[in-house]
């Protein structure tokens, strides 16, 4: 089973920047598309960011296209996302997530991912 321990979390100002690390065990991390998302507070868990297997091909949710960058280094089996300029709307628990193959078509879709992780939090105060 692949496990997922997401890190860097923490409490920021708004306008701050934060990176995410994912680290990743268990099988081949190369052989996986990754995944983010994130739930807030009173809120469902959304699509954040996903990156193929290589590193390749990227997909960002509209509302944070242009300040977060998913990244990969499949040599250390982690998966990143750099958080620039951040609201207080980005506040949320934020959780990597991993899909045996390909970006699933649907790449929104929770149900699409294999595996997850615990979870990190992430609060940006106004």
């Known amino acids: 089973q692949e496990r997922l321990v997401e890190s860097g979390g923490g409490l920021v100002q708004a306008g701050a920047s934060l990176r995410l690390s994912c680290a990743a065990s268990?099988?081949?991390?190369?052989?996986?598309?990754m995944g983010w998302f994130r739930q807030g507070p009173g809120k469902e868990r959304e699509f954040v960011a996903a990156?193929?297997?290589?590193?390749?091909?990227?997909y960002y949710a509209d509302s944070v296209k242009g300040r977060f960058t998913i990244s990969r280094d499949n040599a250390k089996n982690t998966v990143y996302l750099q958080m620039n300029s951040l609201k207080p709307e980005d506040t949320a628990v934020y959780y990597c997530?991993?899909?045996?193959?390909?970006?699933?078509?649907?790449?929104?879709?929770?149900?699409?991912?294999?595996?997850w992780g615990q979870g990190t939090q992430v609060t940006v105060s106004s």
């Open positions: 997530a991993a899909r045996y193959g390909s970006v699933p078509s649907y790449y929104r879709g929770e149900y699409e991912y294999d595996y």
């Open positions: 990156i193929s297997w290589s590193g390749g091909t990227t």
């Open positions: 268990g099988h081949t991390f190369s052989n996986y598309a």
